[in-house]
């Protein structure tokens, strides 16, 4: 399957299945977000958590929404 951004797709999923490998299942969400900001850190891929991305409606802010983790901002 071709993606728009295919090499950062596939890092982004090596990563989230690099963590659950290692830690598997049942930790809380936080632990998993830590994680994932750790792989990416050793990747040297930027990543950053909880923060707020603009969100536009024909080139004018609507409003500004969270996300729990942006790469590449």
């Given at each position: 399957m071709d993606y728009l951004y295919k090499k950062e797709t596939e890092d982004i999923i090596g990563i989230m299945y690099d963590v659950?490998?290692?830690m598997g299942w049942g930790y809380r969400e936080?632990?998993?977000e830590k994680a994932i900001i750790e792989e990416a850190r050793i990747r040297s891929i930027?990543?950053?958590?909880?923060t707020y991305i603009r969100i536009n409606?024909?080139?004018k802010k609507i409003r500004y929404k969270r996300v729990d983790l942006l790469f590449w901002n």
């Open positions: 659950f490998n290692e936080k632990n998993y930027v990543c950053t958590n909880q409606y024909k080139k």
